[in-house]
């Protein structure tokens, strides 16, 4: 089985300044690693995901993950925060079908608040 | 706005009761989940429909059922409410169920309150 580990469970941090939001994930065969991020009284949006192929991914709004297999680890960062960055940041995992994964469906760690303060 | 509608919005309910939440989602999307977010639990899978079939189970209690209309809108039914059922109650939606990359749309979700 797999599960999701987020270390962090409130990160608060100042404006500009840089953040990383860490998760650590563990299964026994290849898995595709997501964040998503839910803004206050809202549903979970895409971040960014990591399928296959060079291990940094970027989302549109500055933040960047870096896919480590040897670590099991897929941390979330960005070089420097905006207020409109605070939100309850998720890792989640999936497991291919072809490693017997059951049709896509998201395996959620317990989430980060990042809070960014003036 | 991810184009999935949930409703209601909000729900409050005593134990023992049924409710049923619904979920439309984004047009052209085949595969609807269910996912259920509380404090101790964290986010956790339900149950996916595809095209109006069943297609995984995940965590969901012999008491929770669900289905998906020939207008692919779907329905998560609660029945014998316990306090313990108080959550936010989520729909996601994607293109197909047959590829675990593919990205989900999440709906704002329904909070459920068991008084």
């Known amino acids: 089985a797999q599960s999701v580990t987020q270390l962090d469970s409130q990160v608060p941090v100042f404006e500009e300044a840089p953040v990383e939001l860490r998760c650590n994930y563990s299964s026994s065969v290849s898995v595709y690693l997501f964040w998503y991020v839910q803004y206050p009284n809202q549903g979970l949006q895409l971040l960014l995901k990591y399928l296959s192929g060079s291990t940094l991914v970027e989302s549109i709004n500055g933040f960047e993950a870096e896919f480590n297999k040897s670590q099991t680890s897929f941390h979330l960062r960005k070089p420097s925060v905006h207020i409109s960055d605070t939100a309850e940041y998720f890792c989640?995992?999936?497991?291919?079908?072809?490693?017997?994964?059951?049709?896509?469906?998201?395996?959620f760690g317990k989430g980060t608040k990042l809070s960014v303060k003036p | 706005d991810s184009g999935v509608t949930q409703t209601p919005k909000h729900l409050i309910t005593a134990t023992g009761q049924r409710v049923t939440l619904r979920c439309s989602p984004r047009?052209?999307?085949?595969?609807v989940y269910w996912y259920q977010q509380s404090l101790d639990q964290g986010l956790q899978f339900l149950i996916q429909y595809y095209n109006g079939e069943e297609r995984a189970k995940g965590n969901i209690l012999e008491r929770f059922s669900a289905q998906q209309f020939p207008d692919l809108h779907s329905e998560l039914n609660l029945s014998s409410l316990e306090l313990g059922d108080s959550a936010l109650y989520f729909c996601?939606?994607?293109?197909?169920?047959?590829?675990?990359?593919?990205?989900?749309?999440f709906g704002p979700g329904t909070r459920l309150t068991v008084l």
């Open positions: 996601a939606s994607s293109v197909s169920g047959g590829a675990s990359y593919n990205e989900q749309f």
């Open positions: 989640a995992v999936s497991v291919p079908m072809n490693y017997g994964g059951s049709q896509g469906n998201l395996i």
């Open positions: 047009s052209g999307d085949l595969s």
